[in-house]
């Protein structure tokens, strides 16, 4: 399958500073990518469609200012929390899928990263 | 709005028995139904995808799922489980008309004892 690329895996920072995570698709191109977000013990819940070339959307609730998204490539999308605080800590996982195919393709993941706000 | 329930927080079974991990679904029209694995601090893994054609769908790692669209269920099956296939499964929903983000459910975790 497709390979999608994520880092870091883990990353610890101090309340208040901005963290970056990348999301690259390693073999295809993926003109839109999916930020989601998992705490403990819960599911995945969508945070924001991020668009090549274009603004992300966001979903209900998420914060545009404090989780920024930019694509500006086919191959990468970056999600950054802003100004993080504890409860920013969480799994952030991407994921993309190869063309559009009609909606029939399955989401390739990345290995999802870590985040822990002190 | 689309949505998928998985009713079971955690399934056990015995190594060698066979495994059945619910899931029911509701979308308007027909749906796009999928199943991924995810094992600790992990991304997820595709398992296998409903589209269309034969109720009985295929996947990866021995595992197969039958859709039922009367029923509006998608359950995950395996016919001998094995110690490894020990993690979290997620089912997942995308309206065949809607956009392509995926609409998870809750997740099962499944332990395999030896």
């Known amino acids: 399958g497709a390979v999608v690329s994520q880092h870091p895996s883990w990353v610890i920072c101090k309340s208040g500073t901005s963290v970056k995570i990348e999301c690259r698709s390693l073999?295809?191109?993926?003109?839109?990518m999916f930020w989601y977000r998992q705490f403990p013990k819960q599911s995945l819940m969508l945070m924001a469609t991020s668009n090549e070339g274009s603004k992300a959307t966001y979903e209900q609730g998420v914060e545009k200012d404090k989780f920024l998204i930019n694509h500006a490539s086919l191959t990468l999308s970056t999600l950054t929390v802003t100004s993080a605080h504890p409860e920013d800590s969480s799994f952030y996982i991407c994921?993309?899928?190869?063309?559009?195919?009609?909606?029939?393709?399955?989401?390739?993941f990345g290995e999802g990263s870590r985040l822990t706000v002190l | 709005a689309q949505s998928v329930a998985q009713p079971e927080d955690q399934v056990n079974v015995a190594e060698g028995n066979p495994l059945t991990v619910k899931c029911t679904y509701s979308v308007s029209g027909n749906p796009y139904l999928f199943w991924y694995v995810q094992y600790p601090n992990r991304g997820l893994q595709f398992l296998l995808k409903y589209i269309t054609g034969d109720n009985l769908v295929k996947g990866s790692y021995g595992f197969e799922a039958e859709f039922n669209k009367s029923q509006t269920s998608f359950h995950l099956k395996k016919p001998s489980a094995l110690v490894s296939d020990s993690a979290l499964y997620f089912c997942a929903v995308r309206d065949k008309a809607g956009r392509r983000a995926l609409t998870f459910g809750s997740g099962t975790r499944l332990q395999v004892q030896p």
């Open positions: 994921s993309a899928s190869p063309g559009i195919q009609g909606g029939t393709g399955e989401l390739f």
């Open positions: 073999d295809f191109q993926a003109t839109t």
